[in-house]
């Protein structure tokens, strides 16, 4: 599968942004995908994870109750709904997958962002200004 990182770009802090991870060659519906960011200067750090089948998901402690992952299988594509941003959430956001059949439970935890993740679509960066 091919992943494409859409839908960042510059919003003031307290705004909202939707992200897009467009999937192409495979079903994206057997993959658990995760949202990752990086931040200038700072180690990569999960930030949202969606199961198959619209299973279990889990978001970082950094984001929790901000942001909503989300897959529409018509579309074969996960979002990320990130709202009240704040400035410490500019970075480059990555989407990344990795086939697990239906197994729907993957993202159970902060473990869940260790993958392996195998596929990795393009960044898109996000900044917040102040």
């Known amino acids: 599968v091919q992943l494409q990182a859409s839908g960042g770009g510059l919003v003031q802090t307290g705004g909202s942004l939707k992200l897009s991870c467009a999937a192409s060659?495979?079903?994206?519906?057997?993959?658990?995908v995760a949202w990752f960011r990086q931040a200038p200067g700072k180690e990569r750090e999960g930030v949202s994870c969606?199961?198959?089948?619209?299973?279990?998901?889990y978001d970082a402690d950094s984001v929790k109750g901000r942001v909503t992952i989300s897959r529409d299988n018509t579309r074969n594509t996960v979002y990320l709904q990130m709202n009240s941003l704040k400035p410490d959430d500019t970075a480059v956001y990555s989407c990344?997958?990795?086939?697990?059949?239906?197994?729907?439970?993957?993202?159970?935890?902060?473990?869940?962002?260790?993958?392996?993740?195998?596929?990795w679509g393009q960044g898109t960066l996000v900044t917040v200004s102040s």
């Open positions: 969606i199961s198959a089948l619209g299973g279990k998901t």
């Open positions: 060659g495979d079903d994206l519906e057997y993959y658990a």
């Open positions: 990344a997958a990795v086939v697990t059949g239906p197994y729907n439970n993957y993202c159970s935890g902060h473990t869940s962002f260790n993958g392996p993740y195998d596929r």
